[in-house]
């Protein structure tokens, strides 16, 4: 986890200069293309499943899933239209994000999906799709147009916000499957006391029982 969160606090003020450029909310006429990252390890299925069951409570889902674990279940759902094919969510870098953006925002409007993961190792998703452009000030010159410059935004904008999707994926993943590890490491030292206070009352039992069969020998 520490890698991914490294790679996300270096990211970090790149995010926020991004979100302090003014812009403002509208309704975008692009068809929404929703973008997930999902697990290529294991120990943390509860994530793909809740995404899964997440996204089902929605209609009409064109989406890319990027990662391995639980893809061919979003991939033969008959409510999820999923562009790609199987590929991996591990090391992805800057320079893959921006190329898939700009294969894609001319024609759709890209949203991301947050995962939240809570102490206890839940995990829950957000589904960012509201659309944002430039926000117009008339005081102030654009080059070489306005229009150019609101394209530039989103495209830039599109790929902010991919890349911190990423990193939040990636950080929330290893999150769950450390807690999960913990639990796991707890659970078998509880059963390895359980079994020592076990081994522990049998033993006894069983010097008790041979010292009253020593005592009955004596007796007679």
Not at 23 to 40: C, G, M, N, T, W
Not at 104 to 120: K, R
Not at 202 to 208: A, F, G, S, W
């Amino acid at each position: 986890v520490q890698k991914y969160r490294r790679e996300q606090l270096k990211y970090e003020p790149v995010y926020k200069h991004v979100l302090n450029i003014p812009s403002e909310p509208y309704v975008s006429d692009k068809k929404r293309l929703y973008v997930a990252f999902i697990p290529d390890l294991g120990l943390v299925s509860a994530y793909s499943r809740t995404l899964y069951e997440t996204i089902s409570q929605m209609e009409d889902l064109t989406m890319v899933i990027i990662g391995t674990q639980g893809f061919e279940k979003f991939k033969e759902s008959q409510k999820i239209d999923v562009l790609n094919n199987r590929m991996s969510s591990e090391n992805l870098d800057v320079g893959s994000i921006q190329e898939f953006v700009r294969l894609h925002v001319d024609e759709y409007q890209i949203c991301t999906i947050l995962p939240e993961v809570n102490p206890a190792g839940g995990i829950e998703f957000n589904i960012l799709d509201q659309a944002f452009k430039l926000k117009r000030d008339y005081n102030m010159v654009y080059e070489p147009n306005y229009e150019l410059a609101n394209q530039a935004y989103q495209q830039v904008y599109s790929e902010t916000m991919l890349l911190n999707a990423y990193y939040v994926s990636k950080v929330s993943e290893y999150t769950m499957r450390r807690v999960a590890m913990e639990k796991a490491t707890d659970n078998a030292d509880d059963m390895l006391y359980d079994l020592q206070l076990q081994y522990n009352r049998l033993r006894q039992e069983k010097i008790t029982e041979e010292i009253a069969d020593l005592t009955q020998a004596e007796d007679e």
